[in-house]
């Protein structure tokens, strides 16, 4: 049996959206220039430029290269760079490469060796590109909104400069793809990822990551090609199985989704989220009495010292998923509000920063019990916070389902899912 909610938006939320687990690949220097080889080597042409970025670098690097270095100075900072990759960590010592490569570039270098250091300058671009990623993606999850458009910026532009020096660099896009998905830019991300593939046929990274972007945009039938790409290359990679059982699951194809939930629990069977995804698949597909069984699963191979210690995050979503079912299932017999309300609150309780799933879940649960006033509460913090992300237009739209749950908690009637 089929919902008749709009599944390709994944029921507002509640049922788990691709995780985004996304591939970064190796960071070591893989240039594939040794330094002992550099001096025997032919003349490389550097990479034609096709950037402001690297048109502007160009004009300056041609009137330096007029006045050389004597080549022993030269083969001395090819090896000093060259060290660098193995020892520059954070992204203070990686803008010092960088400047000990523009200065090696302004003070001219033969043909040879120009090649050889812009390369390894576009390398630590990249790796610095991946430091300040890390930090805008901790600064998103803090809601620093202001500091992380700041470092989310600085890495964009870190990943341009290295593509603008070397676009035959398949790492360097999968780089910008994921920082573009951090800053929810899901169509340069996708085209970034096809950069990436169309350089190297078997970067399942690349593959990966690309189906993660075409998720999140509703792109779920491309997704799932790229996601069985990921499969045909690594044979039981659990991330893709599980990124293809929602895609499935979005399509409304419940069967092939719980083929691939049952192989991710088959090679993980104390995985947490993966009960709880194959949870979510049944609850989409209307067997409530089979997800609350898997939500029961989940919720009992959570180790009791991780709750003792406060850890509470693997509990709260099963929970929480328990809860929306029990509030909202379309099986009068599978309902229960109070306990649904008893599991909720105190999720939403002691967090921090409840989730969307959560305040929706609580408000469900509200009115479910009949407490209309504080259910109208919950669900307005729900289109208040999805109106600060980038589902805004959605949110406010009139047929959206946050929306038109806020409508029947104001005529006091609580929401029940459907099916056909």
């Known amino acids: 049996m089929k919902r008749k909610q709009n599944l390709t938006k994944l029921a507002s939320l509640l049922i788990a959206a691709p995780a985004f687990g996304l591939s970064l690949a190796g960071s070591s220097y893989a240039g594939g220039l040794q330094i002992e080889e550099a001096a025997k080597l032919a003349p490389a042409t550097p990479t034609k430029n096709e950037t402001a970025i690297d048109e502007a670098a160009d004009t300056a690097t041609k009137e330096a290269v007029k006045t050389q270095l004597a080549l022993p100075a030269q083969k001395k900072l090819a090896a000093d760079l060259f060290g660098l990759t193995k020892t520059a960590k954070s992204s203070k010592q990686l803008s010092a490469m960088i400047a000990k490569c523009d200065t090696g570039i302004k003070a001219g270098l033969s043909e040879k060796y120009f090649a050889y250091v812009r390369s390894l300058k576009a390398w630590a671009l990249n790796r610095r590109g991946n430091h300040r990623y890390e930090t805008a993606k901790q600064l998103k999850a803090i809601d620093n909104v202001a500091q992380y458009k700041i470092a989310s910026k ?24 994921i920082a573009y998905i951090l800053d929810e830019q899901y169509l340069k991300a996708a085209s970034d990822f096809t950069k990436a593939v169309g350089l190297k046929a078997d970067f399942t990274q690349g593959y990966f990551n690309r189906a993660e972007a075409l998720s999140a945009i509703g792109k779920y039938e491309l997704a799932v090609m790229d996601y069985t790409t990921v499969l045909r290359l690594t044979q039981d990679d659990a991330q893709a199985l599980t990124g293809r059982g929602h895609a499935y699951v979005a399509l409304e194809k419940f069967e092939p989704a719980l083929v691939d939930f049952n192989a991710v629990i088959k090679a993980y069977p104390a995985n947490v989220v993966a009960l709880v995804n194959r949870g979510d698949c049944h609850a989409a597909a209307g067997a409530w009495k089979v997800s609350l069984a898997d939500y029961a699963a989940a919720r009992k191979i959570i180790p009791a010292d991780q709750l003792a210690g406060g850890s509470t995050k693997l509990a709260d979503l099963a929970d929480q998923r328990t809860a929306w079912v029990l509030a909202t299932a379309s099986d009068v017999s599978i309902r229960d509000a109070g306990k649904s309300v008893a599991l909720i609150k105190p999720c939403v309780d002691r967090s921090s920063s409840p989730t969307v799933a959560m305040l929706e879940t609580l408000a469900a649960a509200q009115a479910a019990v009949g407490d209309f006033a504080d259910a109208k509460q919950s669900q307005s913090q729900v289109i208040k916070l999805i109106g600060a992300e980038t589902l805004a237009d959605d949110a406010q739209a009139k047929d959206s389902p946050h929306q038109v749950r806020m409508a029947l908690y104001e005529e006091e009637k609580a929401y029940v899912q459907t099916n056909d």
Do not use: K, M, V, Y
């Open 154 to 177: 600085q890495a964009l532009n870190d990943f341009d400069e290295s593509i603008a020096i070397d676009t035959a660099r398949c790492r360097t896009f999968n780089s910008r793809g």
